[in-house]
């Protein structure tokens, strides 16, 4: 996903006060030494006397007299390098300890390693982008690694479970978080990597996906969370050019980031606007490999119904449908907490 000029600069920013920082701390440092070590200022003095010399004489007139003093002035200075470091042992310094300490030693916090992007700098972009996900403020701050499966029914076999007799906790072992798991650990493959959750209202579709995005969060890659209804109301402003809340910067990381997240489609009003935009964003992000999720309480023979044909083949062709049954998550917290009071 393409960074927006205001969001390089941010990094810009972010990258420039790093190393700022590194080098005054290096400055600190260096007089710190040089006030417990007289003769440090003189030896650091002369070695930029040689520095000096040296780049004089790369650009001599008489190449083989500079030459010759290049060669002069490397010996000088590695001699002048080994006094100083055993200098700075005998008083208890590190050699390295005079040395500017970056954040991300790899590029000296430039963000770049041989003009291609440091995972330094990749690091600072997920995240900026990330913070504005949309995830909601009720989702989980752990990933998939650490899901609990304790949170479901396992009293009795979900009557609603069509030819097999599993309790809700059983089905989600079985068949839902593996899966779940899986697409994590995939997700950095080629291609696009799609799901469609359906099932009751309550029974923690939305729950996982927030637990998708965070594992993958924290592998920096960009996620963004949006409810049908937002993401329709956002695709309105931005085609009457209502868009004074940054509607369309949000919509550009909708379309291009690397996981999106639809969250209870089926809920929205729903016209024949929104279905050309639906279709229009499945179909875009199926040809460029991104990847996304949505979730509804709607099957998908529902959602041919309410969306047609081209959007439903759509999903049954590129997308993964993973049911969810069973007990109403939230119905069952609500009367464990009203048993306790």
């Known amino acids: 996903m393409s960074l927006t000029a205001e969001q390089y600069n941010e990094i810009k920013r972010v990258l420039d006060g790093r190393r700022a920082f590194a080098y005054r701390d290096q400055s600190r440092k260096q007089e710190e030494a040089e006030k417990a070590i007289p003769a440090l200022s003189d030896l650091n003095e002369e070695l930029m006397r040689i520095n000096r010399e040296e780049l004089s004489a790369r650009f001599a007139k008489d190449r083989e007299a500079g030459k010759k003093k290049v060669s002069e002035c490397v010996k000088m200075r590695r001699d002048l390098l080994k006094t100083k470091k055993d200098l700075l042992k005998e008083y208890g310094f590190r050699p390295d300890q005079l040395e500017p300490s970056f954040t991300c030693r790899k590029c000296g916090d430039t963000g770049y390693v041989e003009n291609e992007k440091c995972s330094c700098f990749a690091s600072l972009e997920a995240e900026l982008i990330n913070r504005e996900s949309g995830l909601p403020g009720f989702l989980p701050v752990f990933g998939m690694e650490k899901f609990s499966s304790a949170v479901y029914d396992d009293s009795a076999p979900m009557p609603d479970l069509p030819g097999r007799k599993l309790?809700?906790?059983?089905?989600?072992?079985?068949?839902?978080?593996?899966?779940?798991?899986?697409?994590?650990?995939?997700?950095?493959?080629?291609?696009?990597?799609?799901?469609?959750?359906?099932?009751?209202?309550?029974?923690?579709?939305?729950?996982?996906?927030?637990?998708?995005?965070?594992?993958?969060?924290?592998?920096?890659?960009?996620?963004?969370?949006?409810?049908?209804?937002?993401?329709?109301?956002?695709?309105?402003?931005?085609?009457?050019?209502?868009?004074?809340?940054?509607?369309?910067?949000?919509?550009?990381?909708?379309?291009?980031?690397?996981?999106?997240?639809?969250?209870?489609?089926?809920?929205?009003?729903?016209?024949?606007?929104?279905?050309?935009?639906?279709?229009?964003?499945?179909?875009?992000?199926?040809?460029?490999?991104?990847?996304?999720?949505?979730?509804?309480?709607?099957?998908?023979?529902?959602?041919?119904?309410?969306?047609?044909?081209?959007?439903?083949?759509?999903?049954?062709?590129?997308?993964?449908?993973?049911?969810?049954?069973?007990?109403?998550?939230?119905?069952?917290?609500?009367?464990?907490?009203?048993?306790?009071?």
């Open 167 to 341: 309790t809700q906790k059983a089905y989600m072992e079985k068949n839902v978080i593996p899966w779940m798991i899986r697409y994590v650990e995939e997700f950095d493959r080629p291609g696009s990597h799609n799901l469609f959750l359906t099932g009751p209202s309550g029974t923690g579709k939305t729950y996982l996906t927030g637990c998708v995005a965070k594992s993958l969060m924290d592998r920096q890659n960009t996620v963004i969370y949006v409810s049908a209804a937002e993401l329709f109301d956002m695709y309105r402003k931005a085609a009457r050019g209502d868009e004074p809340d940054g509607t369309a910067s949000r919509l550009e990381k909708a379309e291009n980031c690397d996981l999106l997240i639809i969250d209870d489609l089926g809920t929205e009003a729903i016209s024949d606007f929104s279905v050309s935009r639906l279709f229009s964003l499945i179909s875009r992000r199926l040809s460029t490999g991104s990847s996304t999720i949505i979730s509804s309480n709607c099957d998908l023979n529902e959602i041919s119904r309410m969306y047609g044909e081209r959007i439903s083949s759509r999903i049954m062709g590129g997308y993964t449908v993973i049911g969810f049954f069973g007990t109403d998550l939230r119905l069952k917290k609500a009367r464990t907490k009203g048993d306790r009071t």
